[in-house]
């Protein structure tokens, strides 16, 4: 039995053992796998993908068939979550077949499909690759890249790529590839070295045999090797040794193990990216143009390739045949279509544009291999070059580049070569171990030989390289690293599994369930194993294995000597006996602590090896020591504790310490069976064999040591407390006293074991635990226990100060004696005393305290890893109270002394770095640095709440002060840590990538209930009402501006039938009627697309609604329909076509630019009819003003433009040129010039372009090229203003529309660069524009074009002058763009109205309004908002003749034209308005408003004045409109009632004059008022006012066919001036929109000062250039500021996702929405402000303050009276008190901390103190309150803080005081004065010492007797001694009595 015990000391128990089956495999079954796919394929096409047509499929199937069974394959690997990080389940990756099934693991640990793949030919391999994603290929960047993760499926002759995006690449390989790894980098590939490859004829380089390849889009490139010679030349060359085989290949470090099976060693290479001189060197071509050597190789090369390329390649590549077909002219020349097919290529080139290769070398394929390296090949396969062999030079063509390579494999490390190598000793698997303290192993089984060698490495200093160390062979039969817990698995050849970390043995690994390898004959059967299942083994067979396993398994032997021999004949021996029963094959899929094991049957188990420790106390105590001992103890010290703890049957959670704490001191030398309070220590159930220690045979007799142990142990004490023992008194003996004594004193310490050396080190971390364990309110438990053994160890070591610190700390466990085990002084030597040991105990508390007191204190220490909490408890203390602002930024080496045991520099880096502080963010106090750095070392509020209350304090102070005023670019996790949820999920919103966030779902409302739903959609249902209803709440302008604007109902035709009329003619009339009105419906769209604007996200499933244009009409009474396809009346062909395209614009423009859609999308909207093309075309234009055009692919753009209709082709080129904005993009000014006959070349043929498409062109142009005042597009635009028409009516009809195109097209090209236009001055742009306005002679025409103006046209007759009726618009509106804002007065003195009655009458009335807004336009800054301005741009000749309309008598005149000059009067005045319209735009300038809104009026009177025949009503209302344009410019977004008033008038009038035109403006005015739902308002930056320029020309179109002054698709472009500026205030709580109060501060300008102003938010917010700052003001809402002088981009941000500001409301107040007035929380101010009221407080009216449900349910729980009181009346009040204070000084974190001081008083008084800890942490909030620190904020803040309003703390402090001072005087003085000379103190009084001198900081006796406080005479003396211990004054007065020998306590 004794062996037995042995034989399983050291064994390990695995824990749960499960049946493992690949998961795939059953999955396979199921799936409709590769036969069903080919089966499919059976179609005539794929006779181009099979070599043989069907034949050869069939044939295929049947090999499939038959190997599926057989050739299965997976491989296992720690699952990776979504978001990257690594989680605790595995994934699988199964081969079998056709078939790659990748299956993951979840947190319930089942396995699920994830993926299944199945392919044409065989999987070869399947793997995991990270691909990176990056534009620049040095290996510095490599970290931050973006990764790509892909499955890669190996094929026979292509290799498929999947994205876990989704994406799928192939790239077919050109050659035979036999091993495919992943690395660091991307792909490796080794290529299968055939025999029959080697091409004859002479010997020749060798083509390369490793390739790599980046990325699925890059080409397949060689590896280059580096490898240094014996003389220390490194030699660089293209890996080509056949012989060289990878057999590993490791990603972090990246290295490549490879095998040479020539010379049979091993070699180590590290894999890294390609040094540019390396790529040199083998690219290398001398400068002579080529020597005979590279001549010879390259083409040696190429034509060897080529003799692949012709077919007898050992497999066909599934392209070849399929490229041959299609080019057997190439297909002998050409190897592309070994590299892949050129298809592929040419998307790669398209789809990668930042590959590294493109625009160097081209795409072709492996011929540019240079193979030459530029000294001697190794001996084996040097090649001679005959001299003549440059004969076949010429095959060197010119275009075949080298490929560059990209990685390179840079030599580390080769075995040494043993005499007896056997031959095939390649090592069949190789991992990366590291050991139990971090030291790495690489070890490679090599199976022949039955040894798995390791090898340790470790990173040189400068972290460049690694660095290998010496072979060590262990015999195995099988490994596997176990990476949780540092060791391997290690499976001997007799079958035994035994456990190493590193080269030292662990134990054997014990499998409940499975039979272990007993050499038994007899039970052939596997049974079910029990503990004594070897016991059976026969008697002789059993001693010679004891005795084996005695000498060589048991001790951990670091290096196995000589064991091997012992080892083989154990295997020889075992042989005999294994063909029985099932035992253990192979090891396979280790991942995390898990493992399989093969049985010899071929079933799996998958088992769980233990980890070192599962309670977080010995974890941490583990990693103390380890950290500590030197490297080769800590791991003897491990491996022990590690035997112990996984024995089988091993301990639980609960008594795992007690093991822990047994094993330490054993090894420690200590006795722990003698030891009494070890000797009690309750293992729960039977004692393992392990913990029970050698011991000699108790002697028959009994002992007293027996009824000691009776009378120690826990059954007996509380046998004691029992009734029946008192009274039989059945006390311990008194003999036994004595005993106990005498055992104290023979116990000693065994020098001789591992640890007794490191005592005092051990000691010491361990105490630094237990400080950091102080600062986790959850660990109390652990500290008790720590605290025995702690005390315990520094008995022995006699130190007294700790003993002392301890006992202060928890008075009940420390007793003043307790057994102390001597050491003796000779073995004192043998101890190693470590630098950083302190004889003064470290304390966190005391540290705190001093520095809260002002006193100084020596550095805290610190291990780094372990005491994370010390260390940032330190740090923030210094940082916050002494104010040293160097501490977190800085070396923090005056506060933290780091302790080490060797200078380990790598760890020390990473602290450093871990720590180090950059202030990305902006940091103003000493508060919010504090908060800044802690998020910054990843504190959350979950640590910040186990702190312990007082220890926190300061940190939680700091928070309170952030929170107040935070900046708003903090990063999420420090509005997190504050409080200021608002903030957070601001910043966390602002992280998310742009798309449906959850902004949107809270700004978006479903469909409005009810009515109409049911009718059909008018376009306007995706508005978000619920802000709308916030902005515009008192009144429904919303429904009636929808009423207004929708155009899918039938309009009322209202027509009364008089008796004259015949019933035939009433149906006209009603026809005539509707036809009217219809000129109002069509005109509509233009305007919802303004009010819709960018309000919805489209669901990529479905085709976008677009809203039918109804033109259909019912008459009253009896709601007849009224239709105007009856034929009675003439209509208009194509009346409807330019309206529908508006309808589809309109449609399209409700698309936010955030929607996800893609090109698919855009084409699946595609309409099937015909007739809803115009629509589609619209769709097209408002998807370029959006900006998703530029998903479109180019090849559906080119698709489009050639079907050759008209509106298809203008919306695509507008909308293309609009998402292109001001790029200059190549391909789109291709695009456009096709359409612009003066930018083709003069030769091209004519091309019949639609005149509209032409003008479309143009502006498109305009449009890319914006504001880069290019000099070839500038020249001949400016030429095209002037265009005349061609000889054969080319160019004759609607010519004003091109011209003024052109104008506009250059304006916008030259937008604002004014007269700084670089190197256009020889063009003379303003004096041609000039001369363009004012007509004169025709200039000759220069440039290409001249001869196509050499014959005049025979239909028009211009003559050589300029046709300024055509031409003046362009100018104009071009001379006002070039010269946008620059105030440039000579320029704008061209552009005044004439003042004399001559000039008036040449120039069209019309043609004023132009100029006046060019000219207003340039002179951008005398722009005035009031009505003098505005009359001071009509000339003096006019004002003073004009007539007033009002009066009745016309003057007469002979010499004035009195039409003449009311026409100019009234069209100068609309030019001022429009213009003012333009510089105050979306701004909502109140003076500007009153002034248009006058003007606006002025004009509806003149309307109806009898005088207006004479201006004519055309002119007057183009004139009105223009103003209400202006109107609604200013008070665009704004929804203006008089506004919308003005525009409904308009509405309503359809008669007379009113015509599509003078429509299409007043909705256009309507839809700008509430520009996209009152989001969006104008810009009026330099591009937006040309945008605005083009589509609000003030000419409006007569009918809906009318383009011939102004192209109508133009008036959209209002799109590009639009940006989202409303603020929209979110409650973070609920969720919804809220109304919040905001001050908006304007930066000073020259017309106004700095100047604040309070908004009402929701609301449109200024222009952003000109605001300094924006602030959610108080007091309901918590502040929030946004400075915009940093830079505009956080804010808009935030408006460009919906305005979305995120505000939390303060405790005690309610929403605006809810308490508009403010009323019901002036109840709750006037409560804050007196604290009587507070004890009146209900805790039922809580819930209005707030509407946390912790706080809720304390009112509930804790507040709430009941019936019969009695004592607890007064805690209630205290609880309501404190509740009632924590909300309303919203500081609801303090709540605990107040509770815990109360439980803390009443302890106190019931002097039921257990422990101090509690007594220190009041402590510490008192010190913090008197902190000089924090009295400096009080003053700076008088009304802040926490604690502030109340009378707590005093009340807490007087407490304590009367309570330790009723002690003193009851007898405490006793004590004290015992304490202070050294006596022992027993009993009951104990605890209440501890506490009187951790209150008043006495300090230790040891420090008083030095100082002589004992001697003094007087007070006076006893005070200035005191001084030097910084004894507070209140402590010496207590102790004064005491000292001073008075006998009568002095108790202030």
Same mark, same amino acid.
């Given at each position: 039995?004794s062996?037995f015990?042995?034989?399983r ?7 749960d ?14 799936h ?32 499939v ?14 699952g990776v979550s ?13 081969v ?12 319930s ?11 044409d ?29 892909c499955?890669?499926?190996l ?29 660091k980098?991307g792909?490796?590939?080794?290529r299968?070295?055939a025999s029959?490859e080697v ?5 020749r ?13 890059d ?9 240094g ?8 060359q ?8 990878i057999?590993f ?18 070699? @180590?290479?590290t894999?890294?990216?390609v040094?540019?001189e390396?790529?040199?060197v ?9 020597t005979?050597?590279n ?5 040696s ?6 003799s692949l ?56 394929? %492996?011929?540019r291999?240079?193979?030459?390296s ?8 040097? #090649? ?21 390579? $990209? ?12 005499n ?8 069949s ?22 040894q798995l ?13 690694? &660095?290998?160390?010496s @072979? ?10 176990v990476?949780k ?14 456990l190493?970390t590193?080269v ?14 007993s050499?038994?004959m ?13 016991v ?16 060589v ?15 083989d ?14 035992y253990?094959?192979?090891v ?17 188990v998958?088992?769980? #090896?233990p ?23 800590a791991?003897q ?37 003698r ?11 039977s004692?393992?064999?392990? #913990? ?16 000691e ?7 007996h004490?509380?046998? $004691? ?33 591992l640890l ?8 010491? @971390?361990?105490?630094l ?39 202060r700390?928890?008075p ?10 001597t ?15 302190t ?14 007191k ?21 740090l923030?203390?210094?940082l916050?109270i ?9 070396d923090?080496?005056q ?15 990473? $602290?450093?770095?871990?720590f180090?502080?950059?202030h ?11 908060v ?8 959350t509020?979950?640590d910040?709440?186990?702190l312990?209350f007082?220890?926190?304090?300061? #940190?939680?102070?700091?928070?309170y002060?952030?929170?107040?005023q ?8 420090v509005c ?6 608002d ?23 479903d ?9 059909e ?10 802000v ?5 709440? $008192? ?8 009423r207004?604007?929708?155009s ?7 027509v ?9 003619e009433?149906?006209?009339e009603k026809?005539?009627?509707?036809l009217?009105?219809?000129?109002r419906?069509?005109?509509?769209? %233009?305007g919802r ?9 489209p669901?990529p499933?479905e085709?976008?609604p ?16 009224v ?25 399209g ?9 893609d090109?698919a999308?855009?084409v699946?909207n595609?309409p ?16 370029g003003l ?10 559906? &753009? ?6 050759g ?7 695509l ?5 609009a ?5 200059m993009?190549?391909s ?23 005149h ?19 000099r070839h597009?500038?020249?001949v635009l ?11 009516m ?42 363009y ?6 200039r ?19 003559g050589?002058?300029?046709n300024?009726?055509?031409?003046c618009?362009?100018?104009?509106l ?8 620059t105030n ?7 552009l005044?109205?004439?003042?004399t009655?001559?000039l ?9 309004l ?6 207003c336009?340039?002179?951008?800054d ?11 741009n009509v ?16 003057p ?8 003449t ?7 100068i005045?609309?030019?001022a308005?429009l ?11 109140l ?5 248009l809104h006058?003007f606006?009026k ?11 025949s004479?201006?004519?009503p ?10 209400l ?10 929804g ?23 429509h ?14 009152g989001?969006?308002?104008l ?5 937006? &006012? ?7 020309y ?16 133009l008036r959209?472009?209002y799109?590009?001036?639009a ?18 109060l905001?001050e908006?501060?304007y ?13 009402? /938010? ?17 007091p ?11 830079g ?14 995120? @505000? ?5 107040q309610?929403?605006y ?12 101010q ?16 809580i ?8 706080l ?17 009346q007064?805690?209630?009040?205290l ?5 009632y204070?924590? %909300? ?9 901390a ?8 009443r ?14 942490q ?14 400096e ?27 330790l ?7 405490g003085?006793v004590c ?20 009187f001198l ?14 002589g406080l004992e ?6 003396e006893?005070l200035f001694?005191s ?7 209140? /402590? ?8 001073l020998?008075n ?6």
């Open positions: 039995m062996n015990s042995e034989e000391a050291t064994m390990i128990a695995a824990g053992l499960q049946e493992f089956v690949p998961f795939g495999r059953d999955h396979c079954k199921h409709p796998n590769a036969l069903n796919l080919q089966l499919r394929q059976l179609q005539p096409a794929s006779e181009l993908w099979s070599s043989d047509g069907a034949a050869g499929l069939v044939g295929s199937l049947q090999e068939s038959i190997h599926e069974k057989h050739k299965e394959s997976w491989q296992l690997r720690k979504e978001i990257g990080d690594e989680v605790d389940y595995d994934e699988e990756l199964y079998a077949g056709n078939m790659v099934i990748w299956s993951k693991g979840s947190k640990q089942a396995l699920a499909v994830y993926k299944a793949f199945t392919v030919s065989p999987v070869q391999q399947a793997l995991w690759c990270d691909f990176i994603i990056s534009q620049d290929k040095s290996e510095k960047t490599y970290s931050r890249h973006e990764v790509e993760k499955i890669c499926i094929q026979s002759s292509c290799i498929n790529m999947h994205s876990i995006e989704g994406k799928d690449y192939i790239a077919s390989l050109p050659f035979q590839v036999a091993n495919v790894w992943p690395t980098y792909l490796l590939f080794e299968s070295s029959h091409p004859p004829g002479p010997p380089e060798p083509l390369p045999t490793m390739f790599s390849m980046l990325h699925p889009l080409e397949i490139t060689p590896l280059v090797c580096k490898s010679s014996l003389f220390g030349s490194t030699r660089v293209y890996v080509v040794d056949p012989a060289m085989k057999v290949l490791n990603i972090d470090p990246s290295i490549v193990m490879t095998y040479d099976a020539v010379q049979n060693v091993h070699s @180590v290479w894999l890294r990216r040094r540019p390396e790529e040199n083998v690219l290398k071509f001398s400068e002579q143009g080529g005979p050597q001549v010879a190789t390259s083409s090369l190429t034509a060897h390739l080529r390329s012709k077919g007898d390649s050992p497999v066909a590549s599934p392209f070849q045949n399929y490229s041959s077909i299609h080019s057997q002219s190439r297909s002998a020349s050409s190897p592309s279509l070994h590299s892949r097919s050129p298809s592929i290529s040419n998307m790669a080139a398209l789809s990668r544009a930042h590959s590294p290769a493109l625009g160097v070398h081209s795409f072709s394929g %492996v011929q291999f240079n193979l030459s530029h000294n001697q090949s190794p001996k084996r396969h040097s #090649i001679s070059h005959s001299p003549n062999s440059n004969s076949n030079g010429s095959f060197l063509a010119p275009e075949t580049e080298p490929i560059v390579p $990209e990685l390179c494999i840079d030599h580390l490390w080769t075995e040494p070569i043993t007896i190598r056997e031959k095939n000793s390649q090592a698997k190789v991992f990366i171990t590291s050991d139990l303290c971090g030291q790495k192993f690489l070890c490679f089984l090599v199976e022949s030989q039955l060698r390791c090898v340790k490495f470790q990173e040189s200093n400068d972290r460049t390289q690694l &660095i290998f160390g @072979v060590t062979s262990i015999h195995a039969k099988d490994a596997a690293p990476e817990i540092d060791t391997m698995l290690v499976l001997e050849g007799s079958g035994n599994l035994v190493y590193g030292v043995r662990v134990g054997k690994v014990f499998i409940p369930g499975l039979p272990a390898p050499l038994t007899s039970n052939t059967m596997p049974r079910p194993s029990t503990p004594l299942d070897s059976s083994t026969p008697k002789p067979l059993g001693k010679l294995l004891g005795s084996l396993d005695e000498a398994l048991l001790s951990p032997v670091p290096e196995l000597r000589d064991s091997s021999k012992l080892h004949s154990l295997y020889n021996e075992d042989c005999t006996f294994q063909q029985l029963g099932t253990i094959h192979s396979r899929d280790p991942v995390h602590n898990r493992v399989t094991l093969e049985l010899n049957n071929g079933s799996m998958r088992i769980t #090896i980890e070192i420790a599962t309670s977080e106390l010995v974890q941490t105590c583990v990693q103390a020591i380890k950290f500590i001992l030197p490297k080769e103890i791991v010290m491990l491996v022990k504790w590690y035997n112990v703890h996984s024995a089988p049957g091993g301990p639980s959670y609960h008594s795992e310490w007690n093991l822990f704490v047994i094993c330490l001191m054993n090894m420690m030398g200590y006795n722990t069976d030891l009494a309070w070890t000797r009690n220590f309750d293992f729960e159930g004692l393992s064999p392990v #913990i029970a220690p050698k011991k000699a045979r108790p002697s028959e007799t009994g002992s007293d040591d027996d009824w142990y009776l009378v120690n142990s826990d059954y004490q509380n046998v $004691e407390s029992h009734l029946l023992n008192r009274s039989l008194c059945l006390s311990s003996l008194e003999g036994s006293r004595v005993k106990d004594e005498e055992f104290s004193q023979n116990l000693s310490l065994d020098s001789s074991t007794f050396p490191h005592i005092p080190a051990i000691f010491f @971390v361990l105490h635990v237990y400080e950091e364990l102080k600062l986790n309110t959850l660990m109390g438990e652990g500290i008790c226990s720590l605290v025995e053994l702690l005390v315990q160890l520094a008995r022995d070591l006699q130190l007294g100060p700790y003993v002392d610190h301890y006992y700390d928890y009940t466990l420390v007793r003043a004696t307790g057994q102390v085990c050491i003796d002084q000779g073995q004192t030597g043998f101890m190693h005393h470590p630098s950083f040991f004889s003064e105990p470290p304390s966190i508390y005391q540290w705190v305290s001093s520095c809260l002002g006193e100084g204190m020596p550095p805290y220490p610190y291990l780094p890893g372990i005491s994370e909490r010390s260390r940032l408890v330190v923030s203390v210094a916050y002494l104010g040293d602002e160097s501490s977190v930024s800085e923090a080496s506060y933290l002394s780091k302790i080490t045991l060797a200078p380990q520099k790598s760890q020390a880096e990473q $602290e450093e770095n871990r180090s502080f950059r990305a963010t902006s940091v103003s106090s000493l508060a919010e640095k504090l800044v750095w802690m998020t910054s070392v990843g504190f509020l979950r910040l709440e186990t312990p007082g220890v926190a304090l300061p #940190i939680r102070d700091a928070i002060h952030c929170r107040e935070p900046a708003s670019d903090w990063p999420e996790a997190l840590l504050i409080g200021r949820q903030l957070s999920k601001q910043a966390c919103e602002g992280n998310l990538p742009r798309g449906k966030s959850s902004v949107t779902q809270v700004l978006s409302s469909v409005p209930s009810g009515t109409e739903t049911e009718e959609d008018d376009g306007m249902n995706d508005m978000n009402h619920e709308m209803s916030l902005i515009w709440s $008192e009144d429904l302008r919303v429904q009636d501006v929808r207004l604007l929708q899918a109902h039938p309009v009322r035709v209202n009364v039938q008089y008796p004259e009329l015949s019933d035939h009433f149906i006209e026809e005539n009627r509707l009217q009105l219809c000129q419906t069509m005109a509509l769209p %233009v697309g303004m009010f819709t604007l960018f309000s919805y996200h669901v499933t085709p976008l677009i809203p039918k244009l109804n033109l259909t009409g019912r008459a009253p009474p009896r709601n007849t329909t239709d105007l396809n009856s034929g009675n009346i003439d209509v208009p062909p194509n009346m409807t076509s330019w309206a529908s395209f508006h309808n589809g614009v309109a449609a423009l409700k698309i936010a630019p955030a929607s996800q859609i090109s999308w855009i699946y595609k099937k009819h015909a007739e809803l093309a115009n629509e589609y075309a619209g769709f097209l234009m408002a998807l959006n900006g998703h055009l530029t998903k479109l692919a180019t090849l559906n &753009i080119h698709d489009y433009l050639t079907k209709h008209e509106m298809t082709s203008i919306g080129l507008l909308g293309v040129s998402a292109k904005l001001g790029t993009d190549m789109i000014t291709r695009l456009l010039s096709i359409h612009i006959p003066a930018l083709l070349p003069p030769t091209s043929t004519e091309l019949d372009v639609p509209n498409v032409q003008v479309a062109a143009v502006v498109g142009i305009g449009l890319v090229y914006q504001g880069t005042a290019h597009t500038a020249e400016l030429a095209e203003i002037g265009r005349p028409p061609g000889p054969e080319e160019y004759c009809t609607d010519r004003e529309s091109y011209s003024l195109a052109a104008g506009l097209a250059l304006g916008m090209v030259c937008l604002g660069h004014g007269s700084n236009l670089i190197g256009m001055s020889d063009l003379n742009v303003p004096e041609q524009l000039y001369q306005m004012v007509g004169g002679h025709r000759f025409q220069a440039g290409v074009h001249r001869e196509k103006h050499k014959s005049p046209s025979y239909q028009i007759k211009e050589d002058t300029i300024v009726d055509v031409t618009p362009g100018a104009t071009a001379l006002a763009m070039i010269y946008l804002k440039n007065r000579s320029i704008a003195d061209w005044r109205a004439p003042d009655m001559y008036l009458d040449f120039v069209k009335p019309e043609f004023l132009l100029r006046t807004l060019a000219r336009l340039i002179l951008w005398d722009i005035l908002p009031n009505s003098k301005w505005v009359d001071s000339p003096q000749i006019i004002r003073e003749n004009s007539i007033s309309l009002s009066e009745i008598e016309l007469c005149s002979e010499d004035l034209n009195l039409e000059l009311s026409q100019a009067h009234v069209y005045i609309a030019g308005c213009s003012l319209g333009f510089r105050f735009a979306g701004s909502e300038n003076s500007a408003f009153n002034c006058k606006a002025d004009f509806m009177t003149y309307l109806s004045a009898p005088n207006a004479v201006t004519g055309y002119n007057l209302e183009t004139c009105l409109s223009v103003v344009l202006s109107l609604s410019m200013v008070m665009a977004g704004s203006n009632l008089k506004v919308l008033q003005l525009c409904r008038f308009l509405h309503m009038k359809t008669g007379g004059e009113m015509n599509y035109g003078f299409l403006a007043h909705h256009m005015a309507l839809g700008l008022l509430f520009l996209g739902g989001r969006y308002s810009s009026t930056s330099n591009s937006s &006012i040309a945008a605005l320029l083009c589509a609000l003030p000419h409006f179109p007569a009918h809906s066919t009318d383009n011939r002054y102004h192209l109508q698709a959209h472009l799109v590009l001036a940006e989202p500026r409303l603020l929209v205030p979110v409650d973070v709580d609920m969720n919804t929109p809220c109304y919040a905001i908006v501060t930066k000073g300008t020259q017309w106004y000062e700095q100047t604040k102003e309070e908004l009402m /938010a929701p609301t449109l917010l200024p222009e952003l250039h000109l605001l300094k700052q924006i602030k959610v003001k108080g309901r809402y918590w502040e929030l500021l946004i400075d915009l002088s940093k505009t981009q956080h804010l808009k941000s935030i408006l460009s996702k919906d305005g979305v500001l995120y @505000v939390k409301l303060r405790a005690g309610l929403s929405k809810e308490d508009p007035m403010g009323w019901q929380s002036l109840l709750a006037t409560v804050a402000n007196r604290n009587s009221e507070a004890r009146a407080f209900k805790p039922e009216s819930s209005a303050f707030t509407s946390d449900p912790a809720l349910s304390f009112a509930e729980y804790f507040c709430k009276p009941t019936v019969n009181m009695g004592q607890k007064e805690i209630l009040d609880f309501s008190s404190v509740l204070e924590c %909300v309303t000084q919203e500081t609801p974190e303090m709540l605990p107040y509770i815990a001081m109360d439980q803390a008083i302890r106190l008084g019931k002097r039921e103190m257990a422990d101090t800890s509690e007594l220190w009041v402590k510490l909030v008192l010190d913090f309150f008197s902190s000089r620190s924090h009295q904020r009080l003053q700076n803040h008088p009304k802040r803080g926490l604690f502030m309003h109340s009378e707590f703390l005093p009340v807490v402090k007087c407490t304590i005081d009367s309570t001072d009723q002690w003193l005087q009851a007898g003085d004290v004065q015992a304490y202070l000379s050294g006596q022992p103190v027993e009993g009951p009084e104990l605890s209440m010492l501890a506490c951790v209150y008043h900081s006495v300090p230790a006796p040891r420090h008083l007797l030095p100082v001697g003094s005479t007087s007070f006076a006893l001694r001084r030097q211990l910084k004894m507070p004054v209140r /402590a010496v007065l207590r102790l004064a009595p005491l000292l020998g006998p009568q306590p002095m108790v202030m």
